[in-house]
């Protein structure tokens, strides 16, 4: 198993751009979640999917969509790339409601300039 | 507000030196305490599950406990490869999937 992957690793972004940030996992999970990690912030949920279809928002939603047409993938999408959206941001999947072992996929680096 | 709260933020220790991290939270209604491994450049690893005061899990070189308000990661022992930086985070019972975690704490273990 590849676990849980993210593409791209790293990317700079103008101000206003959009783009998508990838993510799938081939465990059969049903949870699946976005984070995005700043220094002295910890890690900050942003969205979430309990399954296919069905998503939600966590902390800090804004700004951000994602959809959950697969148990294998969660896309994130920022709509218009602010440099307050510079982050690293992680993917993370995990097979129950009652645990808590979230698998977490390797970042992406995101700069906004 | 809940708050969850790492210490120290940074940590040096020579290889063989034991120490523990601790984590504390203010929050009510805790349904689970998590502690994770990050290594620079990587997503963290899921490392234990805590879901009751006086409960222990071991793993290699640690050992994670609980209490009511705090938990502490014991480090045995540690060796270089156990540098890492390590998050905690708390679920609790009102707040459905999401968890809160703290800022972590930076290990480096010298040879």
């Known amino acids: 198993n590849a676990g849980v992957t993210q593409t791209p690793k790293f990317q700079v972004l103008k101000t206003g751009q959009s783009m998508t940030l990838q993510c799938a996992q081939d465990m059969n999970h049903e949870y699946m979640s976005w984070y995005r990690q700043d220094p002295g912030m910890g890690l900050r949920l942003i969205h979430y999917?309990?399954?296919?279809?069905?998503?939600d928002q966590g902390e800090v939603p804004n700004g951000y969509n994602v959809s959950r047409s697969t148990t294998e993938d969660f896309p994130l999408r920022l709509l218009s790339a602010a440099p307050s959206q510079t982050s690293v941001y992680f993917c993370?999947?995990?097979?129950?409601?009652?645990?808590?072992?979230?698998?977490f996929g390797p970042g992406t680096r995101l700069t906004v300039t | 507000e809940d708050q969850v709260t790492q210490s120290p933020e940074a940590l040096r220790l020579q290889e063989g030196e034991s120490s523990s991290l601790n984590c504390s939270y203010t929050v009510s209604g805790l349904r689970g305490l998590f502690w994770y491994r990050q290594d620079p450049g990587k997503g963290p690893e899921f490392l234990f599950t805590l879901y009751s005061a006086g409960e222990e899990k071991e793993k290699e070189r640690l050992k994670a406990t609980l209490t009511k308000k705090e938990s502490f990661l014991h480090i045995t022992a540690p060796k270089p490869e156990d540098s890492a930086t390590y998050l905690c985070a708390v679920q609790l019972e009102t707040s459905g999937s999401r968890l809160t975690f703290g800022e972590g704490t930076q290990l480096t273990v010298n040879p």
């Open positions: 993370a999947s995990r097979p129950r409601r009652s645990s808590y072992e979230q698998y």
């Open positions: 999917s309990v399954g296919a279809g069905i998503t």
